[in-house]
């Protein structure tokens, strides 16, 4: 039986909000690259952005590209967007379709959607050269409700160890078959942790979201996954509204036909460490990624998923949802700019966090844990 408890039943054992450094410093920024990441599994996407094989989209972190790929039996692939002649990034559409084969613009090394090296000109002259000896970079991937991940360490956990506590906890809402409606990019002048710990607690909603909080009080918030790397639970919609929407009206029809009633007035807010945010309503799914640009920019993509035939259905209104959320998404990435600046500022030091901001606290502990500060990272600690 999953346990609910009030965020300020969790407590927060005294904590204090993050030292600025955390959130100003390139030198930490560039730590959490190597060490969060490009260590850890990190959401890329849906399996729907690549239906046919051959279809690819590219994701940038930092210094690395990934080109995730369908391959011509149907599996999805990732490759480091490397060629392994000389090095040249491979491909710069930031998604499309490899025309059978990928091939790299510079002496026109050519891969196949599984990444063997199929051809280079002019290397049979050279002695013990052989193709089998140079295939794309693989890249660890994993396919999870429909959504795809990878993970750039060398020889990652395995995604079902690291995300064992999410397998199959949402089946009821049929995430594999829903579809995206609606993309939105954001482009946030904040550090990515910032948003992270925005999301974790609804002790913002009455001061900064009126639409919400109408619709679902800011204390209606009950969490079952309370500490690690997935944090969350649910908050109730009010009798008399159907979901979060600008109308307060449902989008259209229920996610999924299995969803159980207790679910119909529930949202389900639940962050994914390090880049994902999953909002699960009766009537459509937000997801947002995160792509952290730089200690104090924060790009983020957010995704609005529906039930696969929502859209033949008359009354379907997708913006209801969006535009509501994109308010409210707005208002958030506001505060965590001003933010920003406040923690930027040499007067800021770190404040105690409430009893109802347990869940930002916890994030803050998973974080430090993985970005696991050594002896000697004396700037750090
Ligand atoms: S660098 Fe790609 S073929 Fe030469
Ligand atoms: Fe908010």
Redesign the pocket.
């Known amino acids: 039986m999953t346990q609910f408890l009030k965020a300020s039943e969790i407590g927060t054992d005294g904590a204090m909000t993050l030292p600025g450094r955390f959130y100003t410093y390139p030198e930490i920024f560039l730590w959490e690259r190597e060490r969060i990441f490009f260590q850890q599994w990190l959401c890329a996407g849906r399996q729907e952005q690549i239906p046919a094989p051959g279809d690819f989209f590219l994701r940038n972190i930092g210094t690395e590209s990934v080109i995730v790929v369908r391959d011509k039996d149907g599996a999805v692939r990732a490759f480091h967007n490397v ?6 990034r ?1 491909c710069e559409e930031a998604k499309g379709q490899f025309a059978g084969n990928i091939r ?6 050519t891969y196949a959607l599984d990444g063997r090296l199929l051809g ?1 000109s002019s290397m049979k002259g050279l002695p013990g050269f052989d193709v089998s000896d140079y295939p794309l970079h693989p890249v660890a991937v994993r396919v999870w409700e429909g959504f795809i991940f990878f993970s750039l360490a060398a020889e990652p956990e395995p995604f079902e160890t690291t995300h064992g506590a999410l397998i199959g906890k949402f089946t009821r809402y049929g995430l594999p078959a829903l579809r995206a409606a609606r993309r939105i990019d954001y482009d946030i002048r904040a550090n990515w942790k910032l948003m992270f710990e925005n999301y974790s607690e609804c002790y913002h909603c009455s001061p900064i979201h009126p639409a919400l909080v109408k619709l679902s009080p800011s204390d209606s918030g009950e969490n079952d996954l309370t500490q690690g790397p997935f944090l969350g639970g649910y908050m109730t919609v009010v009798p008399g509204y159907d979901s979060l929407s600008v109308s307060g009206k449902s989008c259209g029809i229920p996610v999924s036909e299995d969803l159980p009633d207790e679910d119909r007035d529930r949202v389900y807010y639940y962050s994914i460490f390090p880049n994902m945010l999953l909002s699960l309503h009766p009537d459509y799914v937000m997801v947002h990624t995160f792509w952290p640009q730089s200690h104090d920019r924060t790009l983020i993509e957010c995704d609005w998923l529906f039930h696969p035939d929502a859209a033949v259905y008359p009354g379907f209104n997708p913006d209801d949802g969006v535009q509501f959320w994109d308010q409210v998404n707005r208002e958030d990435w506001h505060v965590c700019e001003l933010s920003q600046l406040g923690v930027s500022s040499r007067a800021y030091t770190p404040g105690p966090y409430s009893p109802r901001e347990s869940l930002s606290a916890a994030f803050d502990k998973e974080y430090l844990r993985v970005l696991n500060p050594e002896d000697g990272d004396d700037f750090v600690v």
């Open positions: 060629c392994r002649h000389r090095g040249a491979i790299c613009p510079y002496h026109a090394w280079a």
